[in-house]
RNA sequence: CGCGGGGUGGAGCAGCCCGGUAGCUCGCCAGGCUCAUAACCUGGAGGUCAUAGGUUCAAAUCCUGUCCCCGCAACCA
């Protein structure tokens, strides 16, 4: 038994949330939930970032002040998480006082360490990045919105790190994830590494927490939101708390953000003499029918419109079983029916009915005696003792995608077994063979269940509370002859699609 | 020589790090079963694992070259 925090990156207020967070955030859940039933102790962080210029403007443009515009949006994310069930320990807003004052313990610590400078800098800023570019990147004609400034910033010293990154990245294998990230990584510090403008000044930009010791400036983005997985972790506040959680076993990110996690953060662990987390894991992006997924294009996939035509848990599952974890996976209506006709309704939610509607059938809606076992069951019975196991170990190497599967496959050796053994037609001839095989399939579908519950909180729970056997634990034996099925309607419907 | 990802039976994807019968889901064909959500089970057709070399007793898997596809303004997991 030991700890597990997990981590989403913080998602900015203002976007509306879609398929990508959605994604990282079950992802981090179904973690969280699979970690908890080892009995781990689990602290799942996701929450908010809610500072800078983009909200500053969207306030004033909708007349409101930044924190009551924060305070609007907010809860678009709050009511996405309930619908999916996400079961997080912490939500974290950067504009939380609790937030604010770690954020200024960091800058002051990381300046006392002498790894903050000021420089006057003069160059083209692009507007709309809210970032200076550099002559090249003007030339490239890629810039809009572009204008030529000058003016003090603050900076951080990130290239007197970056040796020490390269060596610590060589020497630890798995803090990012997968493989061929880490390559790109070091590929990316392979370049000499420049230093970081962590400030705007007010007068540009006020919507941001205040630099310690300039109070003319806030702090820009990176200072601001990275910092939330330690303050909310108890950094500068809670020691035990801190002691107890940091460092983080993962950092869950979707690819696009791998530098700023990779190389900006840990510099700043680096500076503050906090150790790093333990593995940074850079999953892939869900595309749209093969393009990517963008509001120009507009196809963008709202989680909310697939759980109103599908239900959460079958979203849930597909996004775990479609995506092998680090790499882009392909979303398209077709691909997920065809994923909830024959992972869910044919195979485990058909099996739930082939083992119910027989049991009612045969033997007074109770579940039978098991008697003795056969070879047949005592091979059932293996598979289903060994899953645990087998899932746990997928769990813990981040095979989402094959724990799930594997599961299915157990799922699947059961209904051959009914098929085998076929004990609607032993109730003719052998009762008590008829009872051993249906207890066996009942018991093996229950195991099913609650390896799968992590990733299908509900329909799990439903399965289980058919069964009796809510709150049972995952090893052979304990599903209770005698005990009464409820009946129950099917549980995944097959999506019925008129053929063309 | 910009960077990165990828090319595996009709479709979608694993496998590649740690070489050794090419696997899964869907689709198709035939059969079985008929408890079940026209679901389930069995068998089959279909792949020179982009391509050319190399290493090796042995390569989808390691090395090298070549071709092709995708992404790289912003939004953004």
């Known amino acids: 038994m030991s700890k597990f925090f997990v981590t989403t990156p913080i998602y900015y207020v203002n976007d509306a949330p879609h398929i990508g967070h959605a ?13 908890r039933t080892l009995g781990d102790k689990v602290f799942f962080l996701t929450g908010l970032d809610e500072h800078g210029q983009k909200v500053m403007q969207a306030a004033q443009k909708r007349g409101l002040s930044p924190q009551a515009h924060c305070d609007d949006l907010s809860p678009r994310f709050l009511n996405l998480w309930k619908t999916l069930d996400i079961r997080y320990d912490d939500f974290i807003r950067t504009t939380q006082e609790r937030h604010k004052k770690i954020v200024q313990l960091v800058l002051q610590k990381v300046n006392d360490n002498g790894d903050i400078y000021t420089d006057e800098y003069e160059g083209w800023y692009s507007v709309a990045e809210e970032r200076f570019i550099t002559d090249a990147e003007y030339e490239s004609g890629q810039f809009r919105d572009v204008k030529k400034l000058k003016e003090k910033n603050y900076f ?7 040796q020490k990154l390269i060596d610590y990245i060589d020497a630890h294998p798995d803090f990012i994830r997968p493989e061929h990230r880490k390559n790109e990584m070091l590929g990316f510090l392979r370049q000499p590494l420049g230093d970081l403008c962590i400030s705007r000044p007010k007068a540009r930009m006020d919507w941001g927490i205040e630099i310690p010791f300039d109070r003319e400036y806030v702090t820009y983005v990176w200072f601001d939101a990275l910092v939330n997985y330690i303050s909310a972790a108890g950094y500068g506040s809670d020691e035990p708390k801190f002691k107890k959680w940091w460092p983080a076993d993962v950092h869950l990110i979707g690819k696009d953000i791998l530098t700023t996690h990779c190389v900006y953060w840990t510099t700043m662990l680096f500076s503050l003499g906090v150790p790093l987390p333990k593995t940074i894991f850079a999953h892939g992006w869900w595309l749209i ?8 294009l507009g196809n963008v996939v709202n989680p909310l419109d697939l759980i109103e035509s599908y239900g959460v848990d079958a979203v849930r599952f597909y996004l775990m079983r479609e995506m092998v974890l680090g790499l882009d996976a392909n979303f398209t209506p077709d691909s997920f029916i065809k994923c909830f006709n024959s992972d869910l309704a044919n195979d485990f939610g058909n099996l739930l009915n082939r083992v119910s509607g027989l049991i009612h059938k045969n033997h007074d809606g109770q579940i039978p005696q098991p008697g003795i076992l056969t070879p047949a069951e005592e091979d059932i019975k293996t598979q289903g003792n060994a899953l645990p196991g087998k899932i746990t170990e ?28 076929a004990p609607w037609k032993l109730a ?15 018991e093996g579908l229950r195991i099913a269940a609650i390896m799968l519950a992590p990733v299908m909180p509900q329909k799990t729970a439903a399965v289980l509370d058919i069964l009796g056997a809510s709150n049972t634990q995952p090893v052979w034996g304990q599903l209770k002859p005698g005990t009464i099925l409820k009946a129950h309607p099917p549980l995944f419907p097959r999506i019925e699609v008129e053929k063309k």
């Open 394 to 421: 997928l769990i813990n190497q981040f095979k989402v995608q094959e724990a799930v599967t594997s599961v299915l496959d157990f799922v699947r050796s059961l209904n051959k077994y009914m098929e085998v053994q």
């Open 156 to 162: 951080f010293k990130m290239s007197k790190y970056q």
């Open 428 to 442: 003719k001839t052998d009762m008590d063979s008829a009872r051993r095989v249906l207890y066996t399939a009942a």
């Open 23 to 35: 994604y990282t955030t079950i992802l981090a859940d179904v973690l969280s939930r699979y970690h």
């Open 289 to 296: 029918a093969d393009t990517k997924m963008s509001k120009s």
